[in-house]
């Protein structure tokens, strides 16, 4: 019962988090997407244009000189020379339509990687700048969702589809033209289908534009159980939960096969509908065009010409259906991407904001009260002032509200009521630049990127030396275990460091943050994964490190903040006592309990 239940908790939060956005197809959407061919309209796209019209131009003069010059003249007169000088343009327009195309395809093709490029850049650009509370509701892997398939999905329209529009479009037309210049009669006649076939395809395409956004849902919803499950096999492997994650993937794995083959079968009665109206045109050609022959108001010449421009005429009708499908596919990806592109951060600079370049390390937090989803307080008219270089400890049980201190003073999420001063200036005047390049936070879940360790050090700041980087290591006790390994600073670390041991890790990110020069620390519960010997040597090196420096340390493990300047515990959201080890320990209040249950524990 519990295990359903739980299928049900997972499943409702990847449809929650990656919903069907159900509307018309939206054209200023589509323009709004095509603006990112903007930056290329001076080179590529008039080049590709340029070989389209060529070769557009090149297929509706072929069929005019082989039907009405060719047989109606050189033929029909028995004009050798004549008939030899045809065969040679048309020999050579056929030369340079190829030349043309090969030019329009490479061009169109930089074209559409040049746009895929600008546009996963300035997506993935936008959700780095995006506030905490955006990934709080969404997936890792709804989000790659978007950076990856979403955009790849658009490759097709921006590669081929724009200027297959434009292709088909003008011969289209141009195709119109010239049959009703050849025969006015015969083209009414074979063009009388086009209404039904109109009516008939427009009532596809609701259907067709929401199979494709389902499609891009159950992707979604895959790609995150992916990300999920490949985050969590240590936890899914000790539980013994690997038949019933392997069934939970199952289903939605099928689920994301029907959705394509739903879209791919909707897409595919488009064609051969096209080629149905093609047959029951050509029958009305061979038919009624006889009649005329026979009457003399046609050519065979022209009829030759006539029947060569039909056939053109279906084949951009068909790629138009097709050209429509990228359309109605690359609506549906452009939606999930807009999505988050017209997504504002919660937290962002005033217009007003200035950079505080010198900062001191003064904090000061007046009657703050801070909910995470505007019903719970997290923290309820918290009033704390902390000096210049002091070390302040923040103690108090799961959900007290420490956590949410470190959060508010790094402007991951803005307060609700109060407000928050730094070096005496209010939070939201500084820029978030200038703030967080200076605020330091070392976390328990400590994060190692691919690279070696030399790399993930320096990642504390980009432009330091080696010898910075081996110094704030030593500062940290960290280059005891580098020097063993066998590469030393140079050695390849997996993802998320699988290869080094938790503490080992944990001195990496304490180096990395070091390096970074920061006016203000935030140690939270950072050495509750590290063993007594490795806390005895950081909290060593923190003694010097932390000197001149504002410390705000969040521990469970209440030895590590003994020598704090202040200790704050807190109790659902609320400061209950305040005062260094001492104080506290005379007050015989809750650190005081606290304090005797760790030592007894």
């Known amino acids: 019962m519990e295990a359903g239940k739980n299928k049900v908790v997972r499943e409702r939060f ?12 939206n054209w200023k959407q589509m323009a709004r997407l095509f603006r990112y061919l903007h930056p290329y309209r001076k080179n590529l796209l008039p080049f590709s244009f340029l070989m389209v019209i060529i070769t557009t131009v090149i297929r509706l003069a072929i069929p005019i000189l082989i039907g009405v010059y060719t047989l109606d003249h050189a033929v029909k007169d028995k004009n050798s020379t004549l008939l030899m000088q045809l065969v040679f343009i048309i020999f050579s327009l056929y030369v340079l339509s190829y030349i043309s195309n090969i030019f329009r395809i490479k061009w169109m093709n930089q074209l559409g990687q040049h746009v895929i490029y600008d546009l996963r850049k300035h997506l993935f650009t936008h959700i780095q700048g995006l506030s905490h509370r955006f990934f709080d509701t969404r997936s890792g892997g709804s989000i790659l969702v978007r950076i990856m398939n979403d955009i790849n999905s658009l ?19 141009g195709i119109v033209v010239i049959l009703f210049s050849l025969s006015p009669a015969l083209t009414c006649a074979v063009l009388i289908i086009l209404p039904i076939m ?14 494709w956004q389902v499609v891009r849902m159950k992707q979604s919803v895959l790609n995150s159980h992916l990300n999920e499950s490949i985050q969590g096999i240590r936890v899914t ?16 794995n099928s689920e994301n096969y029907e ?35 026979q009457d003399e108001r046609l050519t065979i010449g022209i009829f030759v010409s006539f029947a060569f421009y039909l056939g053109m005429f279906w084949e951009p009708i068909s790629r138009l259906g097709q050209v429509y499908n990228q359309l109605l596919m690359g609506m549906a990806s452009s939606e999930r991407i807009f999505e988050f592109l017209d997504e504002k951060p919660l937290v962002a600079d005033l217009e007003t904001a200035t950079s505080l370049e010198d900062m001191k390390g003064k904090v000061e937090f007046k009657h703050v009260s801070f909910s995470y989803d505007g019903k719970r307080k997290a923290l309820n008219n918290v009033s704390i002032d902390i000096k210049e270089g002091q070390t302040v400890a923040l103690v108090g049980h799961t959900g007290s509200g420490k956590t949410s201190i470190a959060n508010l003073i790094t402007r991951f999420y803005d307060v609700n009521e109060g407000q928050i001063l730094i070096d005496n200036m209010p939070i939201q005047d500084i820029t978030l630049a200038s703030l967080r390049a200076q605020i330091s936070i ?46 030393g600073y140079d050695t390849e670390v997996e993802e998320r460091g699988n290869v080094l041991s938790v503490g080992e890790r944990q001195l990496i990110s304490f180096a990395r943050t070091l390096l970074a020069n920061p006016r203000i620390i935030i140690l939270d519960e950072a050495t509750a994964s590290i063993d007594t010997e490795t806390e005895v040597k950081i909290q060593q090196a923190l003694k010097t490190l932390l000197k001149n420096r504002t410390a705000i340390m969040i521990a469970h493990r209440l030895s590590t903040i003994r ?18 080890h001492g104080e506290l320990m005379q007050q015989k209040g809750v650190y005081y309990y606290l304090v005797q249950t760790h030592a007894t524990a």
């Open 155 to 173: 490759q097709d329209l921006f590669t081929n589809g724009v200027v297959n529009l434009f292709m088909d479009l003008l011969l289209l037309v």
């Open 563 to 580: 020598e704090a300047d202040k200790i704050i515990v807190l109790d659902h959201g609320s400061i209950i006592e305040t005062g260094n």
């Open 259 to 293: 959705s394509w083959r739903q879209a791919t079968r909707k897409n595919a009665m488009f064609r051969p509908f096209v080629e149905l109206t093609n047959a029951v045109g050509t029958a009305i050609l061979i038919w009624f065009g006889a009649v005329l022959i």
């Open 442 to 487: 070392v976390l328990q879940e400590t994060f190692i990127f691919s690279g070696t360790i030399m790399e993930n050090i320096r990642f504390g700041k980009p432009d330091a030396t080696d010898e910075e980087v081996i110094k704030a290591a030593e500062a940290v006790g960290a280059a005891d275990f580098i020097k063993r390994l066998k590469k």
């Open 14 to 25: 990847y449809y929650q988090t990656d919903q069907i956005i159900d509307k018309m197809f």
């Open 198 to 211: 109109f009516l008939i395809s427009t009532k596809l395409r609701r259907r067709i534009r929401r199979s």
């Open 237 to 252: 492997q000790s539980f013994a939960q690997e038949q019933e994650n392997m069934l939970f993937f199952e289903r939605i």
